[in-house]
């Protein structure tokens, strides 16, 4: 049986995909249905010119990623999952790691390493902790794979890394490791000038390449990985004299990952054919469910095809919207966990610009588009940006959905505008004359 802990600190999708600065605009609308507290202040003509609406139809489709910024990310996850909807996920990672200056080196010409350990400590873990990775650990070989701008959803080109495994293991359980290296390996990065500059050090010692081999059949396990907790520490001893007398000193030092990013490969053939995600990257033809994944995964496009018949019966306003997303639990072998919020982001010009200014707030993303268990799914205050959609500030009328995590394995199935219980656009307006 999969089981999950949860992940500690999560960072919002602002991981990946965009960092902007924001002017937020503080909004602040009453929201009732006719009938709402306060109407025995009201003439009764004026009570009557605010009408709620929830008949516009709204689709929705599932679309894949073409690309993910995760460099210098500061945790990820690394492991492999295979879910019978979305198919497989393996997530690696490619670190430059370097120790800190020293002017002492590593204490002369005597010193030698004694032992060197790779050290791998998961915070938490998605699927089945029994599942057994094959891990290997690939030495880089060439370090312009830090300068320049990787993809995180592409493979890692093969020049840039040696096909032989520096040491290949097994992980598995909780995902705790104190993985021995080759001790030549350890007495290769004991070089005094090196320590002394970056820059000699890069040109010597380039970093690592810590990927998994696939798994057969469905389940699989994902480690959530923060970089503070994977390192490379060597231990090593060396000669001086003391008072005329030769002395034995023992010494440890620390190599942590500074340049780095994480990788993560998806394949949806691997999927059920039963069950597989249907009309993917068809946005003509709409299923009764869409599907939205972390990671740089699947993602779902919200639109609004009666958007004009809005706009043709300007002046009004717009009082609230409210977008209501009803959740799908399929029948699967390896069940999620449900998404906590709904990210909703949007497009100007062909270029991703943020969240929806609703969801934002002075301290950063409010709550709005939680999940709300009396409903099984979702509701999303929409108001601001569907005002300016009226308007027609924006040249794509689409909203965009993601998971409110993209450092943990997230993945959700909701329903669409062709479902028995379809999604919902919910329009308090007044009509002006």
């Known amino acids: 049986m999969f089981q999950r802990r949860s992940s500690i600190g999560i960072r919002h999708f602002g991981f990946y995909v965009i960092g902007l600065s924001l002017s937020i605009f503080s909004l602040t609308s009453c929201y009732n249905e006719p009938g709402f507290l306060g109407n025995n202040l009201l003439p009764d003509e004026d009570i009557y010119k605010v009408k709620v609406d929830s008949s516009a139809k709204v689709s929705a489709f599932t679309l894949t990623k073409d690309s993910l910024n995760s460099f210098l ?74 300068w320049d ?77 923060s970089t503070t907790n994977m390192y490379v520490r060597l231990y090593y001893h060396y000669v001086k004299q003391v008072n005329g007398k030769d002395s034995t000193f023992k010494a440890n030092k620390t190599f942590t990952f500074s340049s780095r990013f994480y990788q993560y490969l998806h394949d949806q053939t691997k999927a059920d054919p039963t069950k597989k995600i249907q009309h993917l990257n068809d946005t003509i033809v709409e299923d009764t469910v869409f599907y939205i994944q972390s990671l740089g995964g699947v993602y779902g496009k919200i639109s609004f095809p009666e958007l004009e018949q809005w706009r043709d019966s300007m002046p009004v306003i717009i009082h609230r919207a409210e977008l209501v ?41 409010n709550t709005n588009g939680s999940f709300r268990t009396y409903r099984n799914g979702y509701s999303v205050d929409i108001t ?23 450092t943990t394995v997230k993945r959700g199935v909701l329903k669409s505008g062709q479902n028995s219980k379809p999604i919902k656009l919910k329009i308090t307006y007044t009509k002006l004359k």
Do not use: C
């Not at 469905?218 to 959530?224: I, Q, R, S, T």
């Not at 959609?389 to 965009?400: A, H, P, R, V, W």
């Open 73 to 146: 990310a500061s945790e990820g996850v690394m492991g492999y999952v295979n879910s019978e909807i979305f198919g497989s996920t393996k997530g690696s990672f490619v670190g430059r790691y370097l120790t800190g200056k020293s002017t002492d080196g590593y204490g002369g010409p005597t010193a030698t390493a004694d032992s060197i350990f790779f050290y791998f400590t998961a915070s938490s873990f998605y699927g089945d902790s029994t599942t057994e990775l094959n891990m290997r650990i690939h030495e880089i070989t060439d370090t312009t794979i830090f």
């Open 149 to 225: 701008k990787q993809n995180a959803l592409s493979p890692v080109d093969p020049k840039y890394y040696n096909p032989t495994p520096l040491i290949t293991t097994t992980l598995k359980g909780k995902g705790s490791l104190k993985l021995p290296l080759p001790l030549t390996f350890g007495q290769s990065l004991m070089d005094s000038l090196a320590l002394t500059d970056s820059k000699i050090f890069y040109t010597k010692y380039k970093g690592f390449y810590v990927t998994f081999d696939d798994l057969p059949g469905f389940g699989g396990v994902a480690y959530n990985i």
């Open 325 to 365: 997303i009803g959740l799908e639990t399929p029948n699967t072998s390896t069940p999620d966990s449900t998404i906590s919020q709904l990210l909703f982001y949007y497009k100007d010009q062909g270029k991703w610009i943020s969240l929806i200014k609703d969801q934002l707030s002075s301290s950063g993303i």
């Open 384 to 406: 601001y940006h569907f005002q300016r959609l009226l308007k027609g500030e924006y040249t794509d009328n689409s909203l965009y959905v993601f998971p409110n995590s993209n």
